[in-house]
């Protein structure tokens, strides 16, 4: 079997980041037993870049991939590929990363077709002038694009509308589209480097008397229990996930969790890492 690098998406960190610094959240990282990150969360300030650079190279930690939008919403702070491309691709340079992921689309177009169909052009010919600096630009979905218009799903329609946009496919948020996150990579086989690895799990409804008087507020814990779980502990099918991935030529599988509910992430990534070793991936590492 061909193998990918199982790695860590930085989101799980950032507050990590903010306490220790990147350099030291990265040492930690290699603690852990792993190699490769993807960038998010962080200000790419010459500082923090230069702290990356230098834990890469002291950790032998790959930078897999970074983080930028097209564009930010108007009147947010932050770097975009629109407004800062050369400062971006020098970052990419220096962290001798090849990998770009857009994160989400802007709130303010989502559910409106014809806004969506122009930043999927917009996000083709950004990918088509990064190719040109030897980057790939990855589109990070969550469950808003399997919403279906004339019976296809969003996603579908961003993948059939383009040639050199990438897809990073996060299965959690695949399952809670509506979708096995399996045929998902499937489907995308060749369009898909990266994958976000973590589970899907039902949590437990804790009741009290008052939400049985209001029946509003027992469906709102009712339809809200869906929860971010560490790899093993919820119930998708990881290992199909990760072959499945295999055929489709995925070369990172970065383990994020959007919620550790009050535990340490990095507790959460040991027993995620752990499970993954546990069913025959340790030498993924």
Same mark, same amino acid.
């Given at each position: 079997m061909n193998k990918g690098k199982i790695g860590v998406q930085m989101f799980n960190l950032k507050n990590k980041i903010i306490e220790?610094?990147?350099?030291?959240?990265?040492?930690?990282?290699?603690?852990?037993?792993?190699?490769?990150?993807?960038?998010?969360?962080?200000?790419?300030?010459?500082?923090?870049?230069?702290e990356l650079r230098r834990a890469s190279v002291d950790f032998d930690i790959k930078i897999a991939s970074i983080s930028a939008p097209?564009?930010?919403?108007?009147?947010?702070? &932050?770097?975009?590929?629109?407004?800062?491309?050369?400062?971006?691709?020098?970052? =990419?340079?220096?962290?001798? =990363?090849?990998?770009?992921?857009?994160?989400?689309?802007?709130?303010?177009?989502?559910?409106?077709?014809?806004?969506?169909?122009?930043?999927?052009?917009?996000?083709?010919?950004?990918?088509?002038?990064?190719?040109?600096? &030897?980057?790939e630009l990855y589109y990070h979905n969550h469950h808003i694009e399997f919403e279906k218009y004339d019976n296809e799903c969003l996603l579908d329609i961003m993948k059939n509308n383009t040639t050199k946009l990438g897809f990073e496919l996060d299965v959690h948020w695949a399952q809670r589209g509506g979708e096995n996150p399996?045929?998902?990579?499937?489907?995308?086989? &060749?369009?898909?480097?990266?994958?976000?690895?973590?589970?899907?799990?039902?949590?437990?409804?804790?009741?009290?008397?008052?939400?049985?008087?209001?029946?509003?507020?027992?469906?709102?814990?009712?339809?809200?229990?869906?929860?971010?779980?560490?790899l093993g502990q919820g119930n998708l099918d990881i290992k199909g996930i990760i072959d499945a991935g295999v055929e489709s030529g995925v070369q990172y599988y970065l383990i994020e969790q959007d919620d550790t509910y009050g535990r340490?992430?990095?507790? =959460?990534?040991?027993?995620?890492?752990?499970?993954?070793?546990?069913?025959?991936?340790g030498d993924w590492f």
């Amino acid at each position: 079997m061909n193998k990918g690098k199982i790695g860590v998406q930085m989101f799980n960190l950032k507050n990590k980041i903010i306490e220790l610094g990147a350099y030291e959240t990265l040492r930690k990282i290699k603690e852990l037993g792993f190699n490769a990150v993807e960038v998010t969360q962080i200000q790419m300030t010459e500082e923090n870049v230069a702290e990356l650079r230098r834990a890469s190279v002291d950790f032998d930690i790959k930078i897999a991939s970074i983080s930028a939008p097209l564009d930010t919403m108007p009147g947010m702070p &932050g770097e975009s590929l629109a407004k800062d491309f050369d400062k971006i691709v020098n970052d =990419c340079r220096i962290l001798d =990363c090849n990998f770009i992921r857009i994160g989400m689309m802007p709130i303010t177009l989502m559910g409106q077709k014809d806004k969506v169909m122009e930043y999927i052009h917009t996000a083709e010919e950004m990918a088509e002038r990064l190719a040109e600096y &030897g980057i790939e630009l990855y589109y990070h979905n969550h469950h808003i694009e399997f919403e279906k218009y004339d019976n296809e799903c969003l996603l579908d329609i961003m993948k059939n509308n383009t040639t050199k946009l990438g897809f990073e496919l996060d299965v959690h948020w695949a399952q809670r589209g509506g979708e096995n996150p399996i045929n998902v990579i499937k489907r995308f086989a &060749g369009r898909v480097s990266l994958i976000h690895l973590k589970d899907y799990r039902i949590g437990h409804m804790d009741l009290t008397a008052d939400d049985f008087k209001d029946m509003g507020k027992f469906m709102q814990k009712f339809t809200n229990i869906i929860e971010f779980a560490e790899l093993g502990q919820g119930n998708l099918d990881i290992k199909g996930i990760i072959d499945a991935g295999v055929e489709s030529g995925v070369q990172y599988y970065l383990i994020e969790q959007d919620d550790t509910y009050g535990r340490d992430p990095f507790d =959460c990534l040991k027993e995620s890492a752990d499970y993954l070793r546990e069913i025959g991936y340790g030498d993924w590492f």
